[in-house]
T-cell receptor
Framework: KQEVTQIPAALSVPEGENLVLNCSFTDSAIYNLQWFRQDPGKGLTSLLLIQSSQREQTSGRLNASLDKSSGRSTLYIAASQPGDSATYLCAVTLTQGGSEKLVFGKGTKLTVNP | GAGVSQTPSNKVTEKGKYVELRCDPISGHTALYWYRQSLGQGPEFLIYFQGTGAADDSGLPNDRFFAVRPEGSVSTLKIQRTERGDSAVYLC??????????????FGQGTRLTVV
């Protein structure tokens, strides 16, 4: 059974700091990996999608890497801002027998202090 | 609309009642998913539709839960004889699928269900 773990569970940093969020998964047979942002009481906003054949994706101040063989992904946030405060969720997509599903970690709650 | 739309945004119901939650996916997206998120947890898979058919309903917790997507677009999640443990945020997502299309999932804002 695929399990996704995110560490740390919570992180508090001063504004301007660069930071790394970690995600690990137990089964390397994934279709892709997706990072999401969730604000309190809101749905999920897709940040980056990395296909299983890719090593990294970048969008603005965000960079996500994927090492499928070791079951790890990182989300790097450069020059953090208070507006980056949210919960960040990592999810792997599994495809099996005509089904597709995302398996999520519990998330990392990020607080960026002004 | 441009995104995934879920209605209602909030639903309070009494234990034992029947509820329906609606999801309007992004136009043209053939895949539709329902997830359930409890406080402090990541979303958990409930059911996956490809077109009109439920390709995988292995995440539905019991037979009180049922979902339909009769025309391959709008989906309704139905919960019978609600229990307090059903209280959670129910999230819907949709995506394009195909061998050369990245299966990026887009989520709605969710329906917060509270069973009292």
């Amino acid at each position: 059974k695929q399990e996704v773990t995110q560490i740390p569970a919570a992180l508090s940093v001063p504004e301007g700091e660069n930071l790394v969020l970690n995600c690990s998964f137990t089964d390397s047979a994934i279709y892709n990996l997706q990072w999401f942002r969730q604000d309190p009481g809101k749905g999920l906003t897709s940040l980056l999608l990395i296909q299983s054949s890719q090593r990294e994706q970048t969008s603005g101040r965000l960079n996500a890497s994927l090492d499928k063989s070791s079951g790890r992904s990182t989300l790097y946030i450069a020059a953090s801002q208070p507006g980056d405060s949210a919960t960040y969720l990592c999810a792997v997509t599994l495809t099996q027998g005509g089904s597709e599903k995302l398996v999520f970690g519990k998330g990392t709650k990020l607080t960026v202090n002004p | 609309g441009a995104g995934v739309s879920q209605t209602p945004s909030n639903k309070v119901t009494e234990k034992g009642k029947y509820v329906e939650l609606r999801c309007d996916p992004i136009s043209g997206h053939t895949a539709l998913y329902w997830y359930r998120q409890s406080l402090g947890q990541g979303p958990e898979f409930l059911i996956y539709f490809q077109g009109t058919g439920a390709a995988d309903d292995s995440g539905l917790p019991n037979d009180r839960f049922f979902a339909v997507r009769p025309e391959g677009s709008v989906s309704t999640l139905k919960i019978q004889r609600t229990e307090r443990g059903d209280s959670a945020v129910y999230l819907c997502a949709s995506s394009l699928t195909g061998p050369f299309v990245p299966t990026e999932a887009f989520f709605g804002q969710g329906t917060r269900l509270t069973v009292v």
